[in-house]
């Protein structure tokens, strides 16, 4: 590695660093609302796509815990951004 340049060095020594960093609010409700919409058009996508879609809804619901949103919020955002009509809640 000393055949490299400093700043790809650098990058490196930086990228190594910053996985234990803890992320901002903003930037887990940035994430969240980011893999939502890549959700929204995987259901919308011709072709098998379960293995993303699978992916992209325990990110959703792994941001959603970190966020502190109760279960029931994230399914209705998941419901609201998949291609499944959202049924009104029946009561007993």
Request: aromatic share 6%; glycine share 4%; net charge neutral.
């Amino acid at each position: 590695m000393a055949d490299l340049p400093e700043e790809i060095l650098r990058t490196i020594e930086h990228h190594n660093n910053t996985s234990g960093k803890l992320r901002s609010a903003q930037e887990i409700t940035a994430r969240y609302n980011l893999v939502l919409e890549n959700y929204k058009r995987l259901c919308f996508m011709s072709g098998d796509v379960r293995e993303q879609k699978a992916a992209a809804h325990a990110e959703i619901k792994a941001l959603g815990w970190v966020l502190g949103k109760p279960d029931k919020e994230v399914i209705k955002d998941i419901a609201a951004n998949s291609n499944k009509p959202l049924f009104p809640e029946q009561n007993a």
